[in-house]
């Protein structure tokens, strides 16, 4: 029965739905422009705003001082060579992991998928120490001598960003018919001509698509090269957390941020371009997966490299990390954790190791609530698929402003914060003395993982389902109970375990926010490698322990709950 002969009319049903709809547009872009927008755009405004006699003026004179320094081409030269080369080393060593891990059966499959997914959502300050202990003078490597060198800031993006590579490649290859290079193989091609002809174009838009997120990643990697590179091999992002907590030169920053803006902008373009191919041809790949038992013979190349890199790239500084958290000028013994309770030699810190432990799980179970309701409101607005090409445009346009969280540098956001938000909105509160405030940034920083989850998820959906309940005389609120709220269930698990991950490691804002009181376990890493002395040095690699064990706990509890395995881009 519809609504109309149920006495409602059209005017009215169409009326609920469009104020349904735009109240699930409208709250996350509130949330977005509060917590987001107007504190970057604050602090970059105050870099081109003078102040003077006559009043205020706009300044942009700091574009031409900015760049007429030799040290700002080099630093915007190194974050964009940092970003090709660490894209190009991640994709040729992804593409055979991706056929390995995906388009091959083998006993332990899903277990090595979660284990290369941890090195994407470990902590970048956890991830520079264990490749710091690992090349270090007297570590295990520490004979190649690429401690402090930009191999290892490039190792250590690769160790990061390798999974992004595996899972979005491997989605679309587990599902692509093997039929055509069945063919070419027996019209008597050689298996790699067979590849490069028949299936290397059908993964062109995965492998595309995956460049384009890990080159935004590497570009705009902060903890990793602040621990590994130090000022020697700054980036764009470093050199705004220089600039702003050293000089408070909020010029020189403003016009990096506008920089680095510009890089995402023209990344995030590339990558919706490319997401939108990859999503057509998952929707021309066979329904079911075409994975085939793994050939030690015909699959021993592809098989040595996903070895090489599973023990020697991703294994082998998790446990150098784990092993030297056990040792100490005294010999061996668990000292370093026994450590954990006490502020650190000399006084280092304010807090406990673990009572910053239980700041960063209250902060990420907070952030994590804000970033799948965030979240999941922007992928249900997004998934949508209007019939008018000005529709088409906004959901694009949608889309695309909620992942700028990804790029934009976590300095420029908490930094912002604090100028911001002593009166947000001419409320009678001080948000920056809140405990919500670290919570909040972390969940801005969340909030586009979520989405990158749910969405597919959502897409998939035929909209003939909706239009079927629509006409039976569904709300529009009844057709989400009914039709997207049980698939869209399917990969809350996953981004669950993404945002309270990243949320759990996050350094960057955070950094800013943290009271010495309330600091979160990043916080309290960095500030150990940064005291002298052994024993602080030794609580560094016992604290880097605990919070990669409870981040790969998570992220293994969320893909044994995830109930879509096509669900989400990483």
């Given at each position: 029965m519809s609504a109309v002969s149920r006495g409602v009319p059209a005017a009215v049903q169409r009326g609920g739905r469009v104020l349904l709809w735009g109240l699930a547009a409208g709250l996350p872009l509130l949330f977005l422009g509060v917590f987001f927008a107007w504190p970057v755009v604050t602090l970059v405004a105050r870099g081109f705003v003078t102040q003077d006699a006559t009043g205020a003026s706009v300044?942009?004179?700091?574009?031409?001082?900015?760049?007429?320094?030799?040290?700002?081409?080099?630093?915007?030269?190194?974050?964009?060579?940092?970003?090709?080369l660490g894209?190009?080393?991640?994709?040729?060593?992804g593409v055979p992991g991706a056929y390995v891990l995906y388009r091959?059966?083998?006993?332990?499959?899903?277990?090595?998928?979660?284990?290369?997914?941890?090195?994407?959502?470990?902590?970048?300050?956890?991830?520079?120490?264990?490749?710091?202990?690992?090349?270090?003078?007297?570590?295990?490597?520490?004979?190649?001598?690429?401690?402090?060198?930009?191999?290892?800031?490039?190792?250590?993006?690769?160790?990061?960003?390798?999974?992004?590579v595996v899972r979005t490649v491997g989605g679309l290859w587990e599902h692509l018919d093997p039929r055509a290079e069945e063919a070419a193989r027996a019209l008597g091609a050689s298996p790699w001509r067979a590849f490069r002809s028949v299936t290397l174009p059908s993964l062109a838009p995965a492998i595309a698509s995956a460049a384009s997120i890990v080159f935004l990643f590497c570009a705009t990697a902060f903890g990793v090269v602040l621990v590994l590179g130090g000022i020697q091999?700054?980036?764009?992002?470093?050199?705004?957390?220089?600039?702003?907590?050293?000089?408070?030169?909020?010029?020189?920053?403003?016009?990096?941020?506008?920089?680095?803006?510009?890089?995402?902008?023209?990344?995030?373009?590339?990558?919706?371009?490319?997401?939108?191919?990859?999503e057509r041809a998952l929707n021309l790949s066979a329904a079911t997966s075409a994975a085939r038992p793994l050939r030690l013979r015909a699959d021993a190349v592809p098989l040595a490299v996903t070895a090489v890199v599973v023990l020697g790239l991703i294994a082998l500084p998790l446990v150098n990390l784990l092993v030297r958290s056990f040792r100490t000028p005294a010999g061996w013994s668990l000292a370093n954790y026994a450590n954990l309770g006490t502020t650190g030699g000399r006084n280092a810190l304010t807090v406990t190791v673990w009572e910053a432990t239980a700041n960063s799980l209250r902060a990420a179970a907070v952030a994590t609530l804000l970033a799948v309701v965030i979240g999941g409101l922007v992928a249900l607005v997004v998934s949508r698929r209007p019939r008018s090409r000005t529709g088409r445009r906004a959901i694009g346009a949608l889309d695309s402003v909620f992942m700028l969280p990804l790029g934009v540098s976590a300095v420029t956001v908490g930094f912002g914060f604090l100028i911001t938000l002593d009166r947000p909105l001419g409320l009678d509160v001080d948000l920056r003395t809140s405990g919500l405030l670290v919570p909040i940034a972390q969940a801005v920083?969340?909030?586009?993982?979520?989405?990158?989850?749910?969405?597919?998820?959502?897409?998939?959906?035929?909209?003939?389902?909706?239009?079927?309940?629509?006409?039976?005389g569904a709300s529009p609120a009844r057709v989400f109970a009914a039709v997207d709220g049980p698939i869209a269930a399917r990969s809350l698990g996953l981004a669950i375990g993404f945002a309270f991950a990243v949320s759990l490691g996050e350094f960057g804002a955070t950094s800013f926010l943290a009271r010495p009181d309330t600091a979160t376990l990043p916080v309290v890493i960095?500030?150990?490698?940064?005291?002298?002395?052994?024993?602080?040095?030794?609580?560094?690699?016992?604290?880097?322990?605990?919070?990669?064990?409870?981040?790969?706990?998570?992220?293994?509890?969320?893909?044994?709950?995830?109930?879509?395995?096509?669900?989400?881009?990483?």
């Amino acid at each position: 029965m519809s609504a109309v002969s149920r006495g409602v009319p059209a005017a009215v049903q169409r009326g609920g739905r469009v104020l349904l709809w735009g109240l699930a547009a409208g709250l996350p872009l509130l949330f977005l422009g509060v917590f987001f927008a107007w504190p970057v755009v604050t602090l970059v405004a105050r870099g081109f705003v003078t102040q003077d006699a006559t009043g205020a003026s706009v300044d942009l004179s700091g574009f031409a001082e900015v760049f007429s320094e030799p040290r700002t081409w080099r630093i915007i030269g190194l974050t964009l060579w940092q970003g090709v080369l660490g894209t190009v080393v991640s994709v040729l060593l992804g593409v055979p992991g991706a056929y390995v891990l995906y388009r091959c059966r083998f006993r332990g499959r899903t277990f090595l998928r979660a284990f290369v997914t941890v090195p994407f959502v470990l902590p970048t300050v956890v991830v520079g120490v264990a490749f710091r202990s690992l090349l270090v003078e007297g570590g295990l490597l520490g004979f190649l001598r690429l401690d402090g060198t930009f191999g290892a800031i490039v190792l250590a993006l690769v160790f990061f960003n390798y999974s992004v590579v595996v899972r979005t490649v491997g989605g679309l290859w587990e599902h692509l018919d093997p039929r055509a290079e069945e063919a070419a193989r027996a019209l008597g091609a050689s298996p790699w001509r067979a590849f490069r002809s028949v299936t290397l174009p059908s993964l062109a838009p995965a492998i595309a698509s995956a460049a384009s997120i890990v080159f935004l990643f590497c570009a705009t990697a902060f903890g990793v090269v602040l621990v590994l590179g130090g000022i020697q091999y700054g980036t764009i992002e470093t050199e705004i957390w220089i600039q702003t907590t050293q000089f408070l030169d909020l010029r020189t920053a403003a016009v990096l941020s506008v920089v680095q803006l510009v890089v995402v902008v023209v990344a995030l373009i590339v990558a919706n371009r490319t997401r939108s191919r990859r999503e057509r041809a998952l929707n021309l790949s066979a329904a079911t997966s075409a994975a085939r038992p793994l050939r030690l013979r015909a699959d021993a190349v592809p098989l040595a490299v996903t070895a090489v890199v599973v023990l020697g790239l991703i294994a082998l500084p998790l446990v150098n990390l784990l092993v030297r958290s056990f040792r100490t000028p005294a010999g061996w013994s668990l000292a370093n954790y026994a450590n954990l309770g006490t502020t650190g030699g000399r006084n280092a810190l304010t807090v406990t190791v673990w009572e910053a432990t239980a700041n960063s799980l209250r902060a990420a179970a907070v952030a994590t609530l804000l970033a799948v309701v965030i979240g999941g409101l922007v992928a249900l607005v997004v998934s949508r698929r209007p019939r008018s090409r000005t529709g088409r445009r906004a959901i694009g346009a949608l889309d695309s402003v909620f992942m700028l969280p990804l790029g934009v540098s976590a300095v420029t956001v908490g930094f912002g914060f604090l100028i911001t938000l002593d009166r947000p909105l001419g409320l009678d509160v001080d948000l920056r003395t809140s405990g919500l405030l670290v919570p909040i940034a972390q969940a801005v920083v969340a909030i586009p993982l979520v989405v990158r989850t749910v969405l597919p998820v959502l897409r998939a959906i035929d909209p003939r389902l909706r239009e079927a309940a629509a006409t039976l005389g569904a709300s529009p609120a009844r057709v989400f109970a009914a039709v997207d709220g049980p698939i869209a269930a399917r990969s809350l698990g996953l981004a669950i375990g993404f945002a309270f991950a990243v949320s759990l490691g996050e350094f960057g804002a955070t950094s800013f926010l943290a009271r010495p009181d309330t600091a979160t376990l990043p916080v309290v890493i960095f500030r150990l490698i940064g005291r002298p002395g052994a024993e602080n040095y030794g609580m560094a690699l016992a604290a880097s322990v605990v919070l990669a064990v409870l981040t790969a706990t998570v992220m293994m509890v969320a893909e044994r709950l995830r109930g879509d395995r096509s669900a989400g881009e990483f």
